[in-house]
């Protein structure tokens, strides 16, 4: 055998197929079906612009700040907590707002 030959068998060696093993196919896509359903209850799925949570529109007249529209809207809450739930609600990253906007209040 020349060195050529012999080359050529060891690079054929290298290059053995791969095999399609069904069961090994369904056992592992069984497994991922499995760890996908358990999985999902920890994400959040909501549809979009859907929060979960009902609410009222106010709109801001002059004056008004959102600590005092909070105490106008919450049901012996705590203010600190309203205020933070109706940031979040409108997306807000401060607490300023405007005469004329409208804001989300939740309701409970």
Known sequence: MT???KKNKLIKEKRKKIKFNP????????LTLILLAVMSPF???SASG?????????VVCQGDTLWEISKKYSHNENL???????????????SNIYPGQKIKIPLN
């Open 80 to 94: 600190q907590k309203v205020v933070y739930e109706i940031r979040k609600l409108n997306d807000m990253k401060h």
């Open 3 to 5: 060195a050529v030959n």
């Open 50 to 58: 859907f929060t979960g949570k009902e609410y009222q529109e106010v």
């Open 43 to 45: 994400y959040k799925t």
């Open 23 to 30: 069961f090994k196919f369904s056992r592992m896509l069984c």
